[in-house]
């Protein structure tokens, strides 16, 4: 808890840093972009991801949220590209090329884990980097890390508003560092309270519903941003 704690403290004066970067920075110019969005659901097939403490594998966790959230989404109107539909192995480098061919306004690459609480958010350790025209691949992401920082906030807001707690924080994720996209790693944790006992376990219909909707509502106020001249 100590590292997410400091963790935490980090990626918040971040995103404090990137929200007044972006406010600098002149509107962008012309239509506003299609707006899609990538849902990855992490593991699959031979890579089971974490075990749940009700015996079920995170790959099947994942993609069950996945599968939920792209109707949410769909039915508001918003085109969802996955980067997979079933129990399929899907290498690392194959999701972030879906995102990368998608030119996706955001990316949302689903996990879940019995440890800490409620969802935890991370962006990309990379350091911000101006865009280049050839982006190494394993480093795509730096050029994206304040839109993603910027996105991630976003979602900081409709979790909390949905009485969910979240903890902020920044990791080497191999698949979102090589995304040319705002992209953020998702982990759904169960929630807990003060005492830090379960209040709702991950196998909770409402407490996923909860977090679905909220993640939705993230995802429309994404787009009313980016719509926004
Ligand atoms: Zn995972």
Redesign the pocket.
């Known amino acids: 808890m100590v590292t997410l704690e400091f963790r935490y403290i980090w990626a918040f004066a971040a995103l404090m840093a990137a929200s007044h970067m972006a406010a600098a920075q002149a509107p962008p110019a012309g239509p506003p972009a299609r707006f899609l969005v990538v849902l990855d659901a ?2 699959g097939g031979d890579d089971p ?2 075990r749940l403490s009700n015996g079920q594998a ?2 099947t966790f ?1 993609l069950a949220l996945g599968v939920r959230l792209r109707s949410l989404l769909a039915a508001r109107g918003i085109q969802v590209v996955t980067t997979r539909e079933s129990d399929a192995t899907v290498n690392l480098n194959r999701r972030a090329e879906v995102a990368n061919h998608s030119n996706a306004a955001a990316c949302l690459s ?4 019995e440890s800490g609480s409620g969802v935890h958010l991370f962006v990309s350790s990379l350091a911000p980097a101006e865009p280049a025209r050839f982006a190494a691949w394993k480093t795509a992401q730096a050029a994206w890390v304040t839109r993603s920082l910027a996105l991630a906030g976003v979602l900081n807001s409709a979790l909390l508003h949905a009485g969910i707690n979240v903890t902020l924080g920044s990791a080497a994720l191999p698949a979102v560092d090589s995304m040319a996209c705002p992209a953020v ?1 998702i ?1 759904i944790a169960p929630d807990r309270d003060s005492s830090h006992a379960v209040t709702a376990g991950l196998d909770d219909p409402g407490y996923q519903a909860r977090v679905a909707s909220a993640l939705a509502a993230a995802i429309l106020e994404w787009r009313t941003e980016a719509a926004r001249p």
């Open positions: 992490a593991h991801g974490g995170e790959k994942t689903l996990h879940a884990s790693a982990e």
